[in-house]
């Protein structure tokens, strides 16, 4: 998808669906995953109805699983990512020199990484 009328993101659960199904189709795909804001998922996702009032982590591994059950496919394996930005900048601050030429800057980030058990906990 790309050119300057494409704006991104995600309408419909069954629009995600057919791209899926269209790149498991493809014999010489290993394996089809998604990489999609769990913020930003659509309502009409499977699971929604019944998503536990648990943490974030708890509520999008519940919506992977529905997800994993609705495709029903062996080459499939959803991925929801709860903070992404957050989430790939805090793993490894120390590797975003392009993005924070300062090492101070670096530290500090480090620093608050360390604080929290893991990034995606960050931001909620």
Known sequence: KQGPDFKGGVSSYQR????????????????????????????????????????PRARAEHLEAAWRSDVNHPRFEPHLLLHETEALIFSDPMACELSFPDSRVREALAAVGRSFPCPEDIDE
């Open 16 to 55: 995600i669906k057919n791209n899926i199904e269209r790149l498991l189709a493809d014999t010489s795909a290993a394996l089809v995953t998604t990489m999609i804001d769990f913020y930003a998922l659509p309502k009409d996702c499977p699971g929604w109805k019944d998503v536990p009032a648990s943490g």
